[in-house]
């Protein structure tokens, strides 16, 4: 906003004015916000980011145990006559699909959100 004035320090400033005002009168009224800091702190977002890479790290790792499971000819592509060599792409293919696939029940799990 102009002058130097940040919206969020102005809405704060006149829900304190009229909370001051409600405070008179017979109307209960709770503020959703009391200070200028953001509800999402950044040790906050650093413990989601944790989370996430803890999951996803998680998660790889069962993804490459469930494709070394796999059949040969599933997991392995013919290079010349004689020799088979891992199909890379299909093996990060089958990883990355393993954890999109996986990620919304493991953070629900993390975050004890199952219940």
């Known amino acids: 906003m102009g002058n130097g004035l ?3 320090e102005l809405t704060l400033d006149i829900s304190e004015r009229a909370q001051k005002l409600f405070d008179k009168t017979p109307i209960h009224t709770i503020m959703t916000r009391t ?3 953001s509800s999402v702190t950044a ?3 650093i413990s989601t980011m944790v989370i996430q890479r ?6 790889e790792e069962e993804a490459n145990e469930s494709w070394s499971k796999l059949p040969e000819d599933q997991r392995l592509k013919r290079i010349g006559f ?4 891992i199909d890379l792409e299909k093996k ?3 990883v ?3 954890i ?4 919304v029940d493991r953070l629900k799990k993390e975050m004890e959100l199952d219940q």
Do not use: M, Q, V
């Not at 803890?54 to 998660?59: P, W």
């Not at 999109?100 to 990620?103: D, Y």
């Open 54 to 59: 803890k999951i996803e790290s998680s998660l």
């Open 43 to 45: 040790g906050s977002k």
């Open 100 to 103: 999109n696939e996986h990620f």
């Open 35 to 37: 200070s200028k800091t």
């Open 96 to 98: 990355r699909d393993y």
């Open 82 to 85: 004689f020799r088979k060599d």
């Open 6 to 8: 940040k919206e969020a």
């Open 92 to 94: 990060d293919k089958f």
